[in-house]
């Protein structure tokens, strides 16, 4: 059994409101854009991490993660990307990647947009945790965390915090 939090966008930011809602996960799975090698290096001090790199991530982060990540967790295939779409809209890449991989969960990011979706097309769960930094078109910071117990998902929970606290100001 894992408990694993998912987040994506961070550009930059790990906070402690994030750090609060990853604390008791087993690893953290990153969909790109994390704003820095330095951010990721921080993440992968907290929890372990898995991750792909985004957009706007740079030369020495995509040394470092790939564009798509496809891994097995528990009795899971995962495949993560950043820019991969959603069900009835994947992206072309996407698509190849899920018929070649068959993952049971399909994680991406860049949208900002908090999205858990079965998708009966491909017998799989879309996760896309929406944007947990503070730099976008978002309203709020969201993640997710969950359980995988072989065969199992379960427990899924979603963070949501405000996009700027009252102490930082408008």
């Given at each position: 059994?894992?408990?694993?939090?998912?987040?994506?966008?961070?550009?930059?930011?790990?906070?402690?409101?994030?750090?609060?809602?990853?604390?008791?996960?087993?690893?953290?799975?990153?969909?790109?854009?994390?704003?820095?090698?330095?951010?990721?290096?921080?993440?992968?001090?907290?929890?372990?991490?898995?991750?792909?790199?985004?957009?706007i991530d740079g030369g020495m982060s995509r040394r470092v993660f790939q564009e798509f990540n496809c891994f097995e967790c528990e009795n899971k295939r995962?495949?993560?990307?950043?820019?991969?779409?959603?069900?009835?809209?994947?992206?072309?890449?996407?698509?190849?990647?899920?018929?070649?991989?068959?993952?049971?969960?399909?994680?991406?990011?860049?949208?900002?947009?908090?999205?858990?979706?079965?998708?009966?097309?491909?017998?799989?769960?879309?996760?896309?945790?929406?944007?947990?930094?503070?730099?976008?078109?978002?309203?709020?910071?969201?993640?997710?965390?969950?359980?995988?117990?072989?065969?199992?998902?379960?427990?899924?929970?979603?963070?949501?915090?405000?996009?700027?606290?009252?102490?930082?100001?408008?």
């Amino acid at each position: 059994m894992k408990r694993i939090g998912v987040i994506s966008d961070t550009h930059g930011c790990f906070d402690q409101q994030l750090q609060l809602f990853l604390k008791d996960v087993d690893e953290i799975w990153h969909a790109g854009d994390f704003g820095s090698l330095e951010l990721a290096d921080q993440i992968a001090a907290f929890k372990p991490l898995k991750g792909v790199y985004g957009n706007i991530d740079g030369g020495m982060s995509r040394r470092v993660f790939q564009e798509f990540n496809c891994f097995e967790c528990e009795n899971k295939r995962i495949l993560m990307t950043h820019i991969g779409g959603y069900p009835r809209n994947y992206s072309p890449l996407a698509i190849r990647m899920i018929q070649s991989y068959k993952p049971d969960i399909f994680i991406a990011g860049h949208s900002h947009i908090l999205k858990v979706i079965f998708d009966p097309i491909y017998n799989l769960l879309h996760i896309n945790p929406g944007a947990a930094g503070k730099y976008g078109f978002h309203k709020v910071r969201t993640a997710i965390r969950f359980t995988i117990d072989g065969d199992d998902i379960r427990d899924m929970e979603i963070g949501e915090w405000p996009k700027i606290l009252p102490e930082e100001g408008l």
